[in-house]
């Protein structure tokens, strides 16, 4: 069933950059995409139109049943660096009315399917990178979204953490199958995480060509060393590189 | 204990010597440059004149210091809610500090009948701004992502407000009450000077002007001390209201660790 469909979107900023020219794209609900690109291709942009963070110059976003619950992970952590985990993961919840005992419960047990049960009453500052970005997921999950939309969420972390970050996601989608739509410029990474991926051309961004990625779930650690993977990775940058000789 | 401490003690030590030295061998007389010995002895024994004073200067200050920051706060949530109310208010906030406080100080006191309001107006009038620029700069320095999120999920001005600005804008808060202490006894004090006779209650200020009427140049000094010792008192105070507010999460508080 599908989720929504992006139809020939553009936006053009108030300082006359444009960041999108009618891109188009449907995603599936409970699906794994990835948007692939370089840097400034207007990436964060459609995910942030997505989130309605933004609104399209043209064009239209259609909802097959509404917007849904959604979650917002950013490059950075964007932690509150006053309060606790606890107090960051809750967030949502309190915005939302919901009462001091229930939310914390709540938010206790959306840092444990983090793995950062115990880390409760730490500050930001505590925390390594790693553990900050898994807060900020445990919060964008906190609510059940139907949907997560994750902007680069581990651009900014070592190889190993992020290693660890991506099978711990997926583990994740696998439990609760939110959809999930993860914007990265790593073919390495798209092609670890998801099942279908979207490649987008340099500024202005559209969509040139989607790529389906048919390893089977679930995809270990062990999984980013197979040969399956391997191939996988070599068709998808020999795509990315026809559709960028093309754009 | 660090050199921290023990460097600026014992230069302060030597220094206190070196003026008790000079003043003795050179027969310098008291109404001219009293010794520290003299200073210290004349605190001791003009203690029942100068410790009311002290506590009628340090009220003044206290209250003005609790006004600008009532004051400065509410003004800086204004102008975050409002960027009309801001343009059109900001401009005379600036006026109101860059106007020497000695030029007015003799209209606001020819106004207001009480004295004791007339000089909580001069002192809150230099101390407010520090506090509203600094809570202004800080309520917009908020993370724009942040701000993106409260967005997502719904939240009105008012919760973000609550939340998310005031939060954030805290230590800068916090920095501009530090600078706003030191002012607001600053503000009183040269207040009570324009003001001359406080009436039944005179200040600091007045102590040390009817000293030098008085030629009583000790007592002089030894007012001058308590000035300088409230303001380290209150500095130091703020700062420690700071470091606890602040020390679990924010960098400023957390340099010695």
Redesign the interface.
Known sequence: MRLLAVRDVSKVFANGVKALEDASLEIEAGEFLSVLGPSGCGKSTLL?LI???ETPSAGSIEWQQGRPD?G?V?Q?P?L????TALGNVA??L???GMARSEREARAAEALGHVGLAGFERS???ELSGGMKMRVSIARALVTAPKLLLMDEPFAALDEITRRRLNTDLLELWQRTRFTAVFVTHSVFESVFLSQRIAVMSPRPGRVLSEIAIPAAYPRAESFGTSAEYAALCRTTSARLAEAMAAA | MSARFVAPILMGLAMLGLWEAIVRSAAIPPYILPGPILVAKTLVTDWSTLWPALVVTMQITLEALLAAVVVGVLLAVLFSLSRWVELSLFPYAIILQVTPIVAIAPLIIAWVDDVHVSLLICAWLVAFFPILSNTVLGLRSVDRNLLDLFGLYGAGRWRTLVDLRLPAALPYFLGGLRISGGLALIGAVVAEFVAGSGGRESGLAWRILESGYQLKIPRMFAALVLISLAGIAIYLLLSLLSHLLLRRWHESAMAGE
């Open positions: 942030r989130a309605g963070l959604l917002f950013f950075e964007t509150m660096p006053w309060t967030l949502p309190k915005l939302a500050y930001p500052r």
